[in-house]
């Protein structure tokens, strides 16, 4: 059942005394539960560089897709992973559209939160990179207590909005997984405070000018030892430059995959799917950051955000077509016909 907005206000904006009063479950309700706004996203592209004022450029592909927290939902559900959406969805027609696309993927509206307009963006892909124009909220609704997940995505506004039910689903007998990450600080300040709620957090996924700015470093290994002190894992993102994790006692760096790129929209969403996805089978930290790192590689020689996001069949194709860097460690279960299923705590 989707909530109206006013119900999301009633229900959701709840003092601490109230969530008192609400059981949490003694099992889990989902694979991944991912908290976040959700765009349409109007992909646009390829073009060699922007139009100036004035300029009209024409491109050889257009497409329509769900993209913001809904471009790691997508991920999850083409990895084989029950997920929720914990956000807003208009029910103007670009909503209609995104509920349309979303069902496509597998993916109900179950949980998520009416709002008259929903939020847009125009991603043009250019040169390897991309520009994006964006209408809406960057807001997502409270987490239901009752919707404990195996695992759960979001960033740290949004651990910190929900600290209360998310210490409770940490005292219980059946505890999440918590993945997060946190967005560019236009401000400039890069207040440490932002970071607060790194105690809550398993696994903290910034990328490198991020982490470098929080932790006040000039280089990514520097700034995971000092994030590390605060999460059981740092992994740091660096574009082309592949990536930097440390979990207290093993460092792993591994190259980017060189591929031809095509669009890198939601790329990064699609690592943290892939990680998420890994870490619930319980793989080392380089067996799952080696499979992460391919993933995204997979998503960004396609065209379209989400659209582009891999199954774990094109994954292991991609395996099977390229020469490894030598640091990359490949688990078994991903040479094989059948993936991996983990039987589930209920």
């Given at each position: 059942?989707m909530?109206s907005?006013?119900?999301s206000?009633?229900?959701m904006?709840?003092?601490?005394e109230?969530?008192?009063?609400?059981a949490i479950p003694?099992r889990?309700?989902?694979?991944?539960l991912?908290?976040?706004p959700v765009?349409?996203?109007?992909v646009?592209?390829?073009?060699?560089?922007?139009p100036?004022p004035g300029e009209e450029?024409?491109?050889?592909?257009?497409?329509?897709a769900?993209g913001?927290a809904a471009?790691?939902?997508?991920?999850?559900?083409?990895?084989g992973?029950?997920s929720r959406?914990?956000?807003?969805?208009?029910?103007?027609?670009?909503g209609?559209l995104?509920?349309s696309l979303?069902?496509?993927?597998g993916?109900?509206e179950?949980?998520?939160?009416e709002?008259?307009?929903?939020?847009?963006t125009?991603?043009i892909?250019v040169?390897?990179?991309?520009a994006m124009?964006?209408?809406?909220t960057?807001?997502?609704?409270?987490i239901?207590?009752?919707t404990?997940p195996?695992?759960?995505?979001?960033?740290?506004r949004?651990?910190a909005?929900?600290?209360?039910t998310?210490?409770k689903?940490?005292a219980?007998?059946?505890?999440p997984?918590f993945i997060?990450?946190?967005?560019?600080d236009?401000?400039?300040?890069?207040?440490?405070?932002?970071?607060?709620?790194?105690?809550?957090?398993d696994?903290?996924?910034?990328n490198a000018?991020e982490?470098?700015?929080?932790t006040?470093?000039?280089?990514?290994r520097d700034a995971a030892?000092?994030l590390q002190?605060r999460?059981?894992v740092?992994v740091?993102?660096?574009?082309?430059?592949?990536?930097?994790?440390y979990?207290?006692t093993t460092?792993?760096?591994l190259?980017?995959i060189?591929v031809?790129?095509v669009?890198?929209?939601?790329?990064g969403?699609v690592?943290?799917?892939?990680?998420t996805w890994c870490a619930l089978?319980?793989?080392?930290?380089?067996?799952?950051?080696?499979?992460a790192?391919l993933a995204a590689a997979?998503?960004?020689q396609?065209?379209?955000?989400?659209?582009s996001a891999?199954?774990?069949e094109q994954?292991?194709n991609?395996?099977q077509?390229?020469e490894?860097p030598?640091?990359y460690?490949?688990p078994?279960?991903?040479?094989l016909?059948?993936?991996?299923t983990?039987?589930r705590?209920?």
């Amino acid at each position: 059942m989707m909530l109206s907005q006013s119900d999301s206000f009633n229900d959701m904006q709840s003092t601490d005394e109230q969530y008192d009063m609400m059981a949490i479950p003694d099992r889990f309700s989902m694979d991944v539960l991912v908290v976040g706004p959700v765009f349409l996203d109007v992909v646009l592209g390829p073009v060699d560089a922007m139009p100036i004022p004035g300029e009209e450029r024409w491109v050889s592909q257009c497409a329509f897709a769900p993209g913001g927290a809904a471009n790691q939902a997508v991920a999850l559900a083409r990895l084989g992973l029950s997920s929720r959406l914990c956000s807003y969805l208009g029910t103007d027609e670009p909503g209609i559209l995104l509920q349309s696309l979303l069902r496509k993927e597998g993916l109900s509206e179950e949980g998520m939160v009416e709002v008259a307009h929903q939020s847009v963006t125009a991603s043009i892909s250019v040169a390897n990179d991309r520009a994006m124009v964006t209408y809406g909220t960057n807001e997502a609704p409270k987490i239901v207590p009752e919707t404990k997940p195996r695992a759960l995505m979001a960033d740290l506004r949004a651990i910190a909005m929900n600290r209360p039910t998310l210490e409770k689903w940490r005292a219980s007998s059946l505890r999440p997984l918590f993945i997060s990450d946190v967005g560019w600080d236009d401000s400039g300040r890069w207040d440490p405070k932002e970071l607060n709620g790194l105690d809550l957090v398993d696994y903290f996924v910034p990328n490198a000018g991020e982490a470098c700015r929080y932790t006040r470093t000039t280089c990514i290994r520097d700034a995971a030892y000092s994030l590390q002190s605060r999460v059981p894992v740092v992994v740091i993102t660096n574009g082309a430059e592949g990536l930097f994790a440390y979990d207290g006692t093993t460092e792993v760096e591994l190259p980017a995959i060189a591929v031809d790129a095509v669009d890198p929209t939601g790329a990064g969403d699609v690592f943290g799917a892939a990680l998420t996805w890994c870490a619930l089978q319980e793989f080392p930290l380089r067996e799952s950051l080696s499979v992460a790192s391919l993933a995204a590689a997979c998503s960004v020689q396609a065209f379209g955000g989400s659209l582009s996001a891999p199954s774990l069949e094109q994954i292991r194709n991609l395996i099977q077509s390229i020469e490894l860097p030598s640091q990359y460690a490949i688990p078994e279960i991903m040479y094989l016909d059948r993936p991996l299923t983990k039987e589930r705590d209920q």
